[in-house]
């Protein structure tokens, strides 16, 4: 039993206060009795404590001055009141300024050692979820977000890194759910915008009869109920990064009006013929062929030309394997402050079944797994269907080949790099465990290969 799981009993009775502690340290718990609420804040000021166990009523300052006391001081103490029969609407009201249960006395035993044992478990877990958010707010840089050992992500951070602090156009190709806007967000806050507005637009939920009102804005009078003048989504990001998502849902004569924003840097509101000036960089992602929907006339070939300066291309996850296990670990973290819940140890099988996974909604997908299971919904990974992006089943040599890649990629990166090491927690010679680096295109191994095996 450690400090944070020591309590404290405050009350003025002595016979009552000895009862209390015995009990709880017959239920193994590590418990001290004092007779005032003076005497409990001079314990707390010395000792770790995980619960406060305290009468109402005491002599000198009162159990409810006493919670008003922790509250202020020692916050993450959950403290239950004891009461008599007169005093359950105090003690409820003493529950909504913070207490955390409160017993009516007389009490059996049972039900003091439940209550506290509930107590300690919600105050482990606020330390926990403390903990993980301290975790979480440890300051990064933004491509240390983007999550993964797989080669097309350490060469996507690499290109992030490298033309983030420039205002060239980035376009950026990648099916539903694989990352897209962080991306764009990493792009703008490793930028000299980074303090300046980012939005974000999604192309296909804008109804074409609002897209130009939304996008370059109107003034007073442009049309039926256009009552004040309205910035659009263009100006209001002058300064900063506005990240078009689906790019290719936009109208064809929106994309012509886009067009003329970024050869210009000027655009009209509705109602208005005054130039506006506007700064902002453009990044844009597209879905699906690009080029069938410009073949097909769907799309401005000199405004996928004007954006198209840098690419960066998202495989789904099914193309990179050894970064499921990594991004769901993050995830489960996230969800486990969110939910103020444990973060829960990911089981070995559990963790070879995410790797097997198709996983066709990618990182989206990936993230309501991992809420489901901190939320403890999701316990079954055999549940789980093994299919290709394309919905297509694959072959048993595939995904023995996928599972193969997986686990060596992960392997190789908790190793350190180390060839040998990894070769070891494999049970394979170095020489095979070297051929098959090569064979999946693994990379991240620090030592030079032997010409010979172990």
């Not at 929106?254 to 902002?280: F, H, M, W, Y």
């Not at 489960?332 to 829960?344: F, K, M, N, S």
Request: with cysteine.
């Amino acid at each position: 039993m450690t400090r944070d799981q020591h309590v404290l009993v405050v009350e003025d009775d002595a016979l009552v206060r000895l009862a209390s502690v015995q009990s709880l340290q017959l239920a193994a718990f590590d418990a001290t009795g004092v007779g005032s609420a003076e005497e409990a804040l001079a314990y707390l000021d010395t000792t770790r404590v995980g619960a406060l166990v305290s009468d109402v009523r005491l002599p000198g300052a009162s159990g409810l001055e006493l919670l008003a006391h922790c509250r202020e001081r020692r916050p993450d103490v959950p403290v239950i009141l004891m009461t008599g029969h007169g005093d359950i609407s105090m003690a409820v009201t003493a529950m909504r300024d913070g207490a955390y249960d409160f017993i009516e006395k007389p009490f059996a035993s049972e039900r003091l050692v439940e209550t506290v044992r509930r107590a300690l478990e919600h105050g482990q877990l606020i330390h926990e979820n403390r903990a993980l958010r301290s975790a979480l707010a440890i300051e990064r840089t933004p491509t240390s977000r983007i999550i993964g050992r797989s080669p097309a992500i350490e060469q996507i951070r690499r290109l992030i890194a490298n033309v983030a602090p420039t205002d060239a156009p980035v376009l950026i190709h990648g099916d539903t759910g694989s990352g897209k806007e962080l991306i764009a967000r990493s792009l703008h806050e490793m930028s000299t915008r980074g303090e300046k507005p980012f939005l974000a637009v999604n192309c296909a939920a804008l109804p074409e009869t609002m897209f130009e009102s939304e996008m370059f804005g109107y003034e007073a009078g442009a049309f039926t109920g256009a009552s004040k003048r309205r910035i659009g989504k263009i100006e209001h990001a002058s300064g900063g990064t506005l990240f078009l998502d689906e790019i290719e849902s936009m109208p064809l004569a929106l994309q012509a009006k886009l067009l003329r924003v970024l050869q210009e840097g000027t655009l009209e509101r509705l109602g208005s013929n005054q130039p506006i000036r506007v700064d902002c960089r453009i990044v844009a992602a597209v879905k699906g062929d690009i080029e069938h929907l410009m073949a097909s006339g769907q799309f401005r070939r000199d405004l996928f030309y004007r954006l198209n300066v840098v690419t960066v291309t998202l495989p789904p996850l099914s193309e990179r394997r050894e970064d499921i296990v990594p991004l769901f670990e993050a995830f489960v973290l996230d969800a486990a402050v969110r939910y103020a819940r444990p973060a829960r140890r990911i089981p070995p099988e559990f963790a070879h079944a995410l790797m097997q996974r198709a996983w066709p909604g990618n990182i989206r997908e990936l993230r309501n797994a991992a809420d489901r299971f901190v939320l403890g919904i999701e316990d079954a990974p055999a549940t789980f269907e093994i299919e290709s992006a394309t919905g297509k089943r694959d072959s048993l040599r595939e995904r023995v080949d996928q599972f193969e890649r997986a686990v060596i990629a992960d392997t190789l990166a908790r190793c350190g790099g180390v060839v040998a090491v990894a070769a070891e927690h494999l049970q394979v010679g170095k020489a095979t465990l070297y051929e098959k680096l090569k064979r999946y295109g693994i990379t991240g191994a620090n030592d030079a290969p032997h010409t010979q095996g172990p």
